[in-house]
């Protein structure tokens, strides 16, 4: 037995249970952060440490890889990390197209 009805009228409750629990988080970090500057000490920490876990998933992803990146050689993926580090940093930093050619230089060659 479910203690929510079933159908639309079920959906529709977990729905607003799911976005007041998450919309009233959203508004305590606007209250929060809104006297955080972006060049205090405590932004610049979270930054760091948010820059370090993304290269921390992403090594692992590369050295570590699971499903059908484990099929591509690790020369092949530590290769489009090291190219889509160096269009990010000749591009002017631009993330996108760092991902982007890194993504191609791993895969064009997996799929040939």
């Avoid at 009805?5 to 508004?27: D, F, K």
């Amino acid at each position: 037995m479910s203690a929510l009805p079933e159908g639309a009228v079920g959906t529709l409750v977990l729905v607003g249970i799911i976005l007041l629990v998450h919309e009233s988080w959203r508004w305590a970090g606007l209250v929060l952060a809104r006297d955080l500057t972006t060049e205090s000490a405590l932004f610049r920490w979270v930054q760091l440490v948010a820059t370090a876990l993304v290269a921390g998933l992403v090594a692992r992803l590369v050295v570590f890889p699971a499903g059908a990146l484990e099929a591509v050689d690790l020369t092949l993926r530590l290769a489009g990390v090291a190219v889509g580090i160096a269009i990010f940093l000749v591009t002017g930093r631009n993330l996108l197209l760092g991902v982007f050619v890194g993504s191609a230089v791993v895969l064009v060659p997996a799929f040939l």
